[in-house]
């Protein structure tokens, strides 16, 4: 049976690094396989083309353009917006480093009643340890009160996914310590 998924990265080739080179590896194999592949990603390189192909895989890229941290938190609203405009056309969604897409993937997925699922690219995604050098230059730390509440609202919303990829046992790890159920 083939699958109609969609891909959310926060950056996709020709960008380089880890989880843009997984992304495309898996988007790749995916399509491959016979499987219809979509990613929503940002458009971080200045005069990327909005809609592309990466051989069998369509890519869209999405504003907010350029680079630096503030803008791949804005990506959340044009990737929410991307996904329920595109009612009907797939059959799941797999947010690749849910720090930033997995909150707003999970919610579309539940207004779509699509399947959602998340596989971290760094440890500390799920537990707010991967935001503490952001957050210490504010004079915050993830167990601060105000950035606990807001990180446990979070994961409120991120466990609500079908699945999470763990791609190693430390990851596994803090899934469980973080509520995620072991199947």
Same mark, same amino acid.
């Given at each position: ?25 898996? #988007?790749?194999?995916? !399509?491959?396989?016979?499987?219809? *592949?979509? +990613?929503?990603?940002?458009?971080? %390189?200045? @005069?990327? $083309? &909005? ?30 917006? #991307?996904?329920?405009? !595109?009612?009907?056309?797939?059959? *799941?969604? +797999?947010?690749?480093?849910?720090? %930033?897409? @997995?909150? $707003? &993937? ?40 105000? *950035? ?36």
């Amino acid at each position: 049976m083939s699958l109609r998924a969609c891909l959310l990265l926060e950056t996709y080739w020709p960008q380089v690094g880890g989880g843009e080179t997984a992304g495309r590896m898996l #988007a790749r194999g995916l !399509a491959g396989r016979g499987h219809e *592949v979509t +990613v929503l990603t940002r458009r971080s %390189v200045p @005069g990327s $083309p &909005a809609r592309e192909r990466d051989g069998e895989v369509r890519v869209r890229r999405l504003p907010p353009g350029g680079s630096g941290p503030g803008r791949k938190w804005a990506l959340s609203v044009p990737v929410f917006g #991307a996904v329920l405009s !595109a009612r009907g056309e797939f059959d *799941v969604l +797999v947010a690749l480093g849910f720090r %930033v897409l @997995g909150a $707003p &993937a999970v919610v579309a997925g539940g207004l779509l009643r699509l399947p959602v699922v998340l596989k971290a690219e760094s440890r500390g995604e799920l537990s707010g340890e991967f935001f503490r050098r952001g957050l210490e230059r504010f004079g915050l730390s993830p167990e601060a009160a105000p *950035v606990r509440a807001a990180i446990e609202a979070r994961n409120r919303i991120l466990r609500r996914a079908e699945a999470f990829v763990a791609m190693s046992s430390e990851l596994e790890r803090e899934f469980r310590a973080g509520g995620v159920p072991a199947p």
